[in-house]
């Protein structure tokens, strides 16, 4: 196993448009994490899910912001009508137990 | 809700000398403590971590973190730094949920 992994690795996108990110966690990791992550930041946590259930969601999660999980393996995150304020890093993580995660190389996301 | 500060947004450092790195929390929850390296280009990767029992946590690769209940702290030291070691850290904490701090970028000139 190689780890988590993201895809794609850098996203430019105009304002306006839809985009999609896709995350695949270790093998056996039942948990899986969403963060954001701004220039001259930590990460922010976004969204939690065990296995397919989404069990928590970061108030930073607009209603432009959707994630899945819908086999309880690799999870997507899609943002609706960009905007230049979503231009970021966006971070998955993965776990088998709750207070060891393992993260993605990340998706590096321009708004233009 | 949880908060941590990272006292230092850099710290340059000559190879060989010590490091400290430091990280303040709060929180109204007993707290997991962790800090995590990100090296360029590369993502988070958990470097320690403390859970409980013993409030000194070492890692692989010489450093260790002492959890100081009564000062909040959980700083992050070495006693003798890489030019390998170059790197930005975050120190995070988890309660109610997982909160990183803004991070230290730790620079190691030769």
């Known amino acids: 196993d190689t780890g988590v992994s993201q895809n794609p690795r850098h996203k430019i996108t105009k304002r306006g448009q839809n985009v999609t990110f896709r995350c695949d966690p270790i093998?056996?990791?039942?948990?899986l994490y969403w963060y954001r992550q701004t220039l001259g930041q930590g990460p922010e946590f976004l969204t939690y899910?065990?296995?397919?259930?989404?069990?928590?969601k970061s108030r930073l999660l607009s209603d432009r912001f959707s994630a899945e999980r819908p086999k309880g393996s690799f999870s997507t995150l899609e943002i609706q009508r960009t905007e230049q304020g979503d231009s970021a890093m966006y971070l998955c993580?993965?776990?088998?137990?709750?207070?060891?995660?393992?993260f993605g190389p990340g998706t590096r996301l321009t708004v233009t | 809700a949880q908060s941590v500060t990272q006292l230092d947004s850099q710290v340059p450092v000559f190879e060989e000398a010590p490091v400290e790195l430091r990280c303040n929390y709060s929180?109204?929850?007993?707290?997991?403590l962790f800090w995590y390296v990100q090296y360029p280009n590369q993502g988070l990767q958990l470097l320690l971590k403390?859970?409980?029992?013993?409030?000194l946590v070492e890692s692989i690769n010489g450093f260790e973190a002492e959890f100081n209940k009564s000062q909040t702290s959980f700083h992050l030291r070495k006693p003798s730094v890489h030019i390998s070691d170059t790197a930005e850290y975050f120190c995070?904490?988890?309660?109610?949920?997982?909160?990183f701090g803004a991070g230290t970028r730790l620079t190691v000139k030769p």
């Open positions: 993580a993965s776990s088998l137990y709750p207070h060891e995660q393992y």
């Open positions: 093998s056996e990791h039942n948990r």
């Open positions: 899910f065990q296995n397919e259930a989404q069990l928590e």
């Open positions: 929180s109204s929850v007993s707290v997991y």
């Open positions: 403390y859970l409980s029992g013993s409030t």
């Open positions: 995070a904490v988890k309660g109610d949920d997982m909160r």
